[in-house]
């Protein structure tokens, strides 16, 4: 993910989906000084876990972590004067339900040529399994995630690349 923060020489970035912050350090450490995150999880005590190792490296002052719901956060983003087409990269690894809706609004505040970063789009590589294999209490998520993924290819707005890293990513460049 460093890379790709450098290849677009990220400097204002959205992460959704927080939990002890590992992403959101490797985020801090690779931005430059006066680079800024806007962190949004639903609990602080999980960031709160990984904040002692935050503060330790020196960077957080560049996270700005508001404990809520995305959707309404990226609704107040978008209205805010400046903001629309203004972040460089966003990381999205949260509630995969919504992953839609955060699609369609960080496209929005993405510049042209930024990059969203989708996490666990692979699912344990359920979502390439024959339907027969993947266990009863996964294939409703598992649903979801290969809809997605499709929604993902099909959309004219971006380009895309797919990671098998961990669980999978995808990586989506804005184009217009």
Not at 13 to 31: D, H, M, P, W
Not at 50 to 76: M, N, R, T
Not at 87 to 109: G, I, P, Q, S
Request: hydrophobic content about 45%; charged content about 25%; aromatic content about 8%.
């Amino acid at each position: 993910m460093a890379m790709l923060l450098k290849l677009v020489n990220a400097k204002k970035t959205i992460e959704i989906g927080v939990f002890t912050g590992y992403s959101l350090l490797l985020t801090a450490l690779t931005i430059p000084e006066d680079g800024k995150i806007i962190a949004i999880d639903v609990n602080r005590e999980t960031f709160e876990i990984g904040l002692p190792v935050i503060k330790k490296a020196g960077v957080a002052d560049k996270i700005d972590f508001i404990e809520s719901e995305a959707l309404p956060v990226l609704d107040q983003q978008l209205h805010k004067h400046g903001n629309e087409g203004s972040f460089d990269f966003a990381f999205v690894d949260a509630d995969k339900v919504n992953y839609w809706n955060y699609h369609e609004r960080l496209l929005k505040l993405l510049k042209v040529d930024g990059l969203v970063v989708y996490d666990n789009t692979l699912r344990r590589g359920f979502v390439a399994m024959p339907e027969a294999l993947v266990p009863e209490h996964r294939k409703k998520d598992i649903e979801l995630t290969i809809e997605f993924n499709k929604f993902l290819a099909a959309d004219p707005r971006i380009q895309i690349s797919h990671a098998s890293l961990g669980d999978g990513i995808i990586i989506c460049r804005r184009l217009h």
